[in-house]
């Protein structure tokens, strides 16, 4: 940092950025020069990095490391860049959103979990080699969470003195995950430790839990459409987290590794596993299914006591005696979802992002140096000033590609294969007066020119 803050800025008139520094007064310009964002590599480059030959990635995988996004650290484990942490943010601040208005209450359970929790289940065996096991200094066994039934309804059984009247308590929290796969790959798509958003709700009888369980089902179809991404919600097996009730949201795309019978005639949809191996028809209707591949990006069970009757987890009923929870658990994939979304928004070399993920809402692209150079600069600082003061929304949400040693058009290839929704180019035309901005809306295709308040009514 030092060597950052000391170092003279390209562009004259431009505030040096400073990350957790801010002159008073003075809002500071993002510029694209100081992101930590190992970036442009090249198809084989990013083989290498992955150890891997071309079959074995996917689109979203390829261009997630070629912007920078995200950097392999070990199998099935990525770090996450900053650019992709603030596009996770904005999806958690959503997922928030979603969870709370159905009364969701934020918890946070350790990822370190006693063996004894899951001897309780016998999931210690069930669960076999996908379990990460571990043991601490004084041979005491644990697993780091790959999911958390147990821990969360232990939790609840420890409260002794709950009534009907409290529930239904809907838990949910978002983690890291932890699962030995078998065959991690496809980058965020199928990782060994990913983040997970769960939930698990605590309900007083099978209608009311029943009910919950519809309830939490439009939170993730008000999601799914609030994001732009068109899943297909497919009836579903039970696996070993067990219940009587489940369901699946999957995005239908070619490298997803389920697979799904549609039945283009009634509403019928489900998990090829849930239909045997021979089942050629709609059960629903007897007419012929299609099948389309799925990523699974969320998943819903109705648990009932499964795990209640094992904690002991009770409330007093209605009637005054104890009675077991009935409960149901939500999984949405975190990381899953971004790059899902990538996978099936973007075209083979630009990223496209649902619009309310994108992790900067506008790239600004001053010309390069040279003649007029000063002139075009201030405006661009001008211009960024102005986008962030007039629309709060905007602010910390504005990127200035600083690169000016690069042509416009180099830079504007960058900005969209990056996949910013509103790129503005501080042309010649800007000079003019009064000037005009060329800006690009990346979501419609559209170019065009407007004034300074032209590019305001439109963001
Ligand atoms: P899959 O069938 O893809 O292995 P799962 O059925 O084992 O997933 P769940 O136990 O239902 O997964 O977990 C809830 C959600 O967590 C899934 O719907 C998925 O979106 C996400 N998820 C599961 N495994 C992974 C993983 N290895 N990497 C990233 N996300 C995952
Ligand atoms: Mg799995
Ligand atoms: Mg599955
Ligand atoms: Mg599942």
């Known amino acids: ?180 796969e078998p065959r991690p790959r496809f980058g965020l798509l199928r990782g060994r430790e990913f983040y997970m958003k769960d939930m698990y709700t605590f309900d007083c009888s099978p209608e009311a839990a029943r009910q919950t369980y519809h309830l939490v089902c439009g939170a993730y179809d008000s999601l799914f459409h609030r994001l732009g991404l068109r899943c297909v919600k497919v009836q579903a097996d039970v696996g070993s987290i067990g219940g009587t009730m489940s369901h699946e949201f999957q995005l239908p795309v070619d490298v997803g590794e389920d697979r799904l019978a549609i039945c283009p005639s009634c509403n019928f949809a489900a998990n090829m596993e849930t239909l045997g191996s021979a089942q050629t028809n709609c059960p629903a209707c007897q007419g012929p299914l299609t099948e389309t591949k799925g990523i699974e990006v969320g998943h819903t069970f109705y648990l009932g006591t499964k795990y209640s009757s094992i904690f002991n987890s009770q409330f007093t009923n209605v009637h005054g005696r104890p009675s077991l929870a009935e409960m149901g658990c939500y999984g949405l994939g975190v990381t899953r979802i971004l790059a899902a979304a990538i996978e099936v928004l973007s075209t083979e070399d630009c990223i496209r992002w649902p619009g309310l993920l994108a992790p900067y809402q506008v790239c600004l692209i001053p010309p390069k140096k040279g003649s007029k150079e000063e002139a075009a600069t201030e405006l661009t600082g001008h211009l960024y000033d102005h986008i962030t003061e007039a629309v709060p929304q905007l602010r910390g949400e504005v990127l200035l590609d600083d690169r000016t040693h690069l042509t416009i058009g180099n830079r504007l290839k960058d900005a969209n294969k990056f996949g910013y929704p509103f790129v503005i180019i501080v042309g010649r035309r800007a000079l003019d007066n009064p000037a005009h901005f060329e800006v690009w809306c990346q979501n419609t295709g559209e170019v065009v020119f407007l004034t300074r308040e032209g590019v305001l009514e439109l963001l």
């Open 1 to 180: 940092l030092p060597a950052l803050a000391t170092c003279s800025h390209q562009l004259s008139g431009y505030v040096p950025h400073r990350f957790h520094h801010r002159t008073p007064g003075r809002r500071e310009r993002l510029v694209l020069s100081r992101m930590f964002q190992p970036q442009n590599l090249r198809e084989d480059q990013v083989l290498s990095l992955e150890g891997r030959s071309g079959d074995l990635t996917c689109k979203s995988q390829r261009l997630m490391l070629q912007v920078g996004l995200i950097y392999p650290a070990s199998s099935g484990c990525y770090h996450l860049l900053p650019y992709t942490v603030r596009a996770m943010e904005k999806l958690v601040r959503l997922i928030d959103q979603e969870m709370q208005a159905i009364g969701g209450q934020k918890v946070n359970m350790p990822s370190l979990s006693p063996a004894e929790l899951w001897r309780a289940t016998n999931r210690w065996d069930l669960m076999g080699k996908e379990l990460l096991r571990l043991r601490d200094r004084h041979g005491k066994e644990y697993c780091l969470g790959p999911t958390h039934e147990e821990a969360i309804t232990a939790l609840v059984a420890s409260q002794k003195t709950l009534s009907y009247k409290q529930l239904p308590f809907l838990l949910y929290q978002v983690t890291r995950k932890f699962r030995d």
